[in-house]
């Protein structure tokens, strides 16, 4: 089974189509038991980092979330919920993250031309790195995932498994052991992004 953690952010309930329409069962929850119980866990996210953060850690998830890590729990993190994973977020401030990633989150403003509008929407193709990380074993490198962000993973180089392309590159996922994180939504990606919740599903 697998547990998306509702912490009052995210499209929780098209993950769980998604989850449905591989066959696997997924449920909605912020009970910390099921959450214990579960196989895998997904982190959502939509939103503010600090305000996310600050949610998470008001229910208490980000503690269960951590113990699961730390026993070998697979955990994927989306969107904003990939960007929780890091160390520190640096929108409207700074925020601290959930530390199970090397990195911090900074303004695609930063390094993509000005002329390119923000946020980032579309479509866009995955480079893999060197050793291509099986949540792709399904899919190949320059297959098209959507992305909807203002802000991107940096500073996390060894742990990006898959960049895209935006007037710069930018972390498109990562991954440390069984904790992995996609800066696009698989559940709004078509085929490509099942077969990436599939594979998932298979760590």
């Excluded at 980032?120 to 098209?144: M, S, T, V």
């Excluded at 940096?154 to 392309?165: K, L, Q, R, Y």
Aim: hydrophobic share 45%; net charge negative.
């Amino acid at each position: 089974m697998v547990a998306i953690i509702d912490y009052g952010v995210g499209n929780l309930f098209s993950l769980r189509s998604s989850f449905a329409a591989i066959g696997v069962e997924a449920v909605v929850t912020s009970d910390a038991e099921v959450l214990r119980s579960a196989d895998r866990l997904i982190l959502p996210g939509v939103g503010a980092f600090g305000d996310a953060a600050a949610k998470l850690r008001a229910t208490g998830l980000d503690k269960v979330l951590i113990d699961e890590v730390k026993k070998g729990k697979a955990v994927m993190g989306i969107c904003l919920g990939m960007q929780l994973l890091f160390e520190r977020g640096l929108e409207y401030g700074e925020h601290e993250g959930l530390g199970l990633i090397k990195g911090e989150v900074r303004a695609i403003s930063e390094v993509i031309p000005s002329e390119l509008p923000i946020p980032q929407i579309g479509w866009n193709a995955l480079r893999f790195k060197e050793n291509k990380h099986p949540i792709f074993k399904y899919i190949n490198e320059g297959d098209c995932v959507y992305f909807v962000h203002s802000y991107y993973g940096a500073n996390c180089d060894e742990s990006v498994i898959a960049d895209t392309e935006y007037g710069a590159y930018l972390t498109a996922a990562v991954a440390c052991g069984r904790v992995c994180g996609c800066q696009f939504h698989p559940e709004k990606s078509g085929k490509v992004g099942l077969a990436i919740l599939k594979a998932f599903c298979e760590l």
